[in-house]
């Protein structure tokens, strides 16, 4: 597989380069230079995930890899399923929240933490990241025991909920974890910071392991496959996906699944009131505005990082811009689909909702309507709650770990505490 950085065409990696890199020249994404479609839908379609994932991440990875490591790869990242879940009448909830910490983030985090330990055979690294919520756990988990690679995750003191919180600090091993005093900015900064400073970035190595990451995006096409699989046969060709998005990652993956020639109708970008793309599509003017906090808050984003690679999609020739409609969902709205959804025996927390809201505005009657579940609604307990008036009970992941004590670190703001934490806990590398 060759990738370009779509700021600078000249800049040409390998998958595992780009996988290793994560950002290009001048902070550039990394795109596939060609996207070919596979044979045999149908055929893929009959197989169950694990074998049909493999094929989908052979295709695109092409001879780089030995076929027997991504077949490795990918049943060591995905051992959990992905049901599709009837909700009413034509509309569908694909579940994407049954993985160790119950969002769909693990598909992605997994596959990348699989996939990065084998490249780099052997050499140590060190991930950096800050975390609001999700992905920390994620990438906490997916890591958490891989030889030669240390993770140290920031957040923000007493900013994330404590069930959140107690999903990555009690993990302990290679899992490092810091509170800091500031707010999620503060946190961010430090990264920054810690990859501007040769010192910490060239002496340990540094990741960022973060959403942007390609091999993310391609663990993530094959749960569309996995959607479809699982329609009935007659209604294949009549779904239109309703993605919740935030960064854009999830939607991107869902436009390569239909380049590959998945029999994908049409997309809805569902957003919270952070509406950048949903007014782009309808005025094509790209104007972001400052980020407001919302109950969905994982898709509090103003600035999608991935959307350049849509861009491409389209630009390219790959996808044609008139199958994606936007849809805005504001917070009574989110509201109004969370119980609506109940009083159809169908319990979810507000990020599928927002997506739930988009089909029940757009889906017209000859068609199948897929949301996706991103998250289960125990990890945003309190306001599920809140909203539906019942209690949630905690699957057993969150159970285990509420009990546990947190093993996090705790450090003010300032840059240098950081780093003498760092040398300190990693040793040199
Ligand atoms: C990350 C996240 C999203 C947004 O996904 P993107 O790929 O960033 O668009 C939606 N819902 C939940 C629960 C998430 O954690």
Redesign the pocket.
């Known amino acids: 597989m060759q990738l370009e950085n779509l700021k600078d065409a000249t800049d040409k990696v390998s998958f595992s380069q780009a996988v290793k890199k994560g950002l290009g020249k001048h902070q550039g994404l990394y795109f596939p230079t060609d996207l070919q479609p596979m044979s045999n839908i149908d055929g893929l379609l009959d197989m169950p995930l694990i074998e049909r994932s493999q094929q989908i991440l052979k295709h695109l990875i092409g001879d780089e890899l030995a076929p027997d490591l991504v077949d490795e790869l990918i049943s060591q990242a995905f051992n959990f399923d992905a049901p599709l879940v009837n909700v009413t009448g034509n509309i569908f909830s694909l579940e994407l929240f049954h993985g160790p910490t119950l ?3 693990d598909f992605g985090g997994r596959f990348m933490a699989q996939t990065l330990s084998n490249i780099s055979k052997g050499q140590p690294i060190t991930i950096l990241t800050a975390t609001s ?3 920390g756990a994620a990438v906490a988990h997916a890591f958490h025991g891989i030889e030669n690679i240390d993770v140290v995750i920031l957040f923000p003191k007493g900013k994330i909920s404590p069930l959140q919180e107690k999903l990555f600090t009690t993990l302990g091993g290679n899992i490092h974890t810091v509170a800091i005093e500031g707010d999620f900015d503060a946190c961010q900064q430090l990264v920054k910071t810690a990859f501007d400073d040769p010192d910490v970035r060239d002496g340990l190595h540094l990741n960022s392991a973060n ?1 942007i990451n390609i091999s993310r995006l391609l663990a993530q096409v094959c749960y569309y496959f996995e959607a479809i699989s699982q329609l009935p046969k007659d209604k294949r060709t009549q779904a239109v996906f309703a ?10 993956a869902g436009i390569i699944a239909k380049t590959l020639g998945l029999p994908i109708k049409r997309f809805i970008a569902a957003t919270n009131a952070n509406d950048t793309v949903p007014r782009y599509l309808v005025n094509g003017k790209w104007d972001p505005k400052p980020t407001v906090p919302t109950i ?1 808050n ?2 509090d ?1 103003s600035q ?1 990082n ?1 959307w350049p690679r849509i861009e491409a999609l389209v630009e390219k020739g790959y996808f044609d811009k008139a199958l994606l409609t936007g849809e805005s969902v504001d917070e009574d709205y989110t509201q109004v689909a969370m119980k609506q959804l109940q009083a159809l025996g169908y319990i979810t ?1 507000p ?2 909702a927002i997506a739930y809201r988009a089909l029940s505005r757009q889906l017209h009657d000859d068609e199948v309507g897929i949301f996706l579940g ?2 289960h609604p125990a ?1 945003f307990r309190e306001t599920v709650e809140n909203v539906l008036g019942q209690p949630i009970a905690l699957p057993q992941a969150l159970v285990d770990c509420a009990s546990k004590a947190s093993l996090a670190g705790q450090l003010g703001p300032q840059y240098d505490d950081l780093k003498a934490y760092m040398f300190e806990t990693l040793g040199n590398k």
């Open positions: 969002a769909f983030k919520g999700d992905t959403s993605v919740p998005s935030g960064n854009f990652g999830n939607l991107t969905s994982a898709m984003v999608p991935n927390e990020h599928a991103t998250a990890k």
